[in-house]
């Protein structure tokens, strides 16, 4: 039936039945033109109800894909890197995927190149960080499962596909450096926070700081809030996700080299990055970080009442207070403990939909 005869039939078939209706009685429709007219006169709500999206009959977890890149003064590695990227992404056959680059505040043309590429571009007026420029692209993000992958052309596009493999098993797949990749003093200085992060989530991270990373978008929507302004994101979702109870795989990878300048700061940002372990420490795990704290006061306070017992037959002052600020100490941990157990109400909602 064609459009403008089932709107010449409804029109005055609808003034007929409000007549009807008004009179209190029934109208007397044949069956065969009722069945026929049935799929015209559904409510606007249920079809809007019934057009649902198609579902997943791949069985693969990762369908809608957004790949995000922060990018500042990149002219030189972004245009290359989106050119290996658009095969990559074709070979993937995803029902859907994006490219969002987020320019923080760049005086070249890396915004005007991105364009050019096909990306979706979203400029800032002015640098807020590499971290700010991570957290926009989250919440621009419309797919399910976001890739973030930096603009200076260091993480190889390739490497998606043995990402998205482990992604059937993992909530996070960060790309592994494996503590090269970089200069010597700046391998060294991974290697010292990827120890301490492992002490303190109790799980063995290889690449902390890795920018490279295949994660839920649900998961880390909700801990964007959570996220700095400076390079030391990677650190800060890490150990939010570890502690968080979440499970992360990591991929070993080969890092390249960039062409330009680098716009990490050695010395700041990592004192930056020691801070935000303990900070997450704090947040996440704080008997991780009072309760050696308080059994090295109390040891030292044992010692000294020994030492002073010892040679002088007395417990002093100084025995006292170390005694009492280790049971403070470990009391202040005990109650961090309560609150980070508090604040995972509003992380425990359902991620059902990256399953």
């Excluded at 993937?92 to 994006?98: I, K, N, Q």
């Excluded at 030492?307 to 037959?313: A, E, L, N, P, R």
């Amino acid at each position: 039936m064609s459009v403008e005869l089932q709107q010449t039939v409804l029109e005055p078939r609808a003034d007929a039945l409000a007549s009807l209706m008004a009179r209190g009685e029934r109208p007397a429709v044949p069956v065969e033109e009722a069945r026929a007219l049935a799929p015209l006169l559904v409510a606007p709500e249920t079809a809007v109800a019934t057009a649902r999206p198609a579902p997943n009959r791949s069985g693969k977890r990762v369908q809608r894909l957004s790949v995000v890149i922060p990018a500042r003064n990149e002219e030189l590695n972004l245009p290359a890197l989106l050119a290996e990227l658009e095969p990559v992404l074709a070979a993937a056959a995803l029902p859907f995927h994006e490219v969002i680059v987020v320019d923080d505040g760049s005086s070249d043309t890396t915004p005007q190149l991105a364009a050019a590429r096909g990306a979706r571009v979203v400029q800032h007026a002015e640098s807020l960080g590499n971290g700010a420029a991570v957290k926009r692209g989250i919440r621009e993000a419309k797919g399910d499962w976001i890739l973030l992958l930096d603009g200076d052309g260091q993480h190889p596009p390739h490497e998606l596909a043995a990402m998205l493999a482990l992604a059937e098993r993992y909530d996070m797949v960060v790309g592994s450096r494996g503590g090269r990749g970089g200069s010597l003093h700046r391998n060294f200085a991974n290697q010292v926070y990827n120890r301490l992060a492992s002490y303190v989530s109790g799980r063995t991270i290889p690449d902390l700081t890795s920018g490279f990373r295949l994660i839920r978008a649900d998961v880390v929507k909700d801990l964007v809030w959570l996220l700095p302004n400076t390079f030391s994101y990677p650190t800060t979702i890490t150990m939010s996700m570890l502690r968080g109870g979440w499970s992360v795989g990591f991929h070993p990878f080969q890092v390249r080299a960039r062409k330009g300048k680098s716009h990490v700061r050695l010395f700041a940002d990592g004192s930056r990055f020691f801070l935000i372990i303990l900070r997450i420490a704090t947040m996440f795990a704080p008997l991780r970080v009072f309760l050696p704290v308080s059994m090295v006061t109390a040891a030292l306070g044992v010692a000294w009442y020994l030492h002073t017992w010892w040679t002088d037959g007395r417990l002093t002052n100084m025995a006292v207070l170390l005694l009492t600020q280790a049971g403070l100490l470990f009391a202040l941990g005990l109650i961090a403990e309560q609150i980070a157990a508090l604040r995972f109400q509003n992380l425990s909602r359902d991620h059902g939909k990256g399953q």
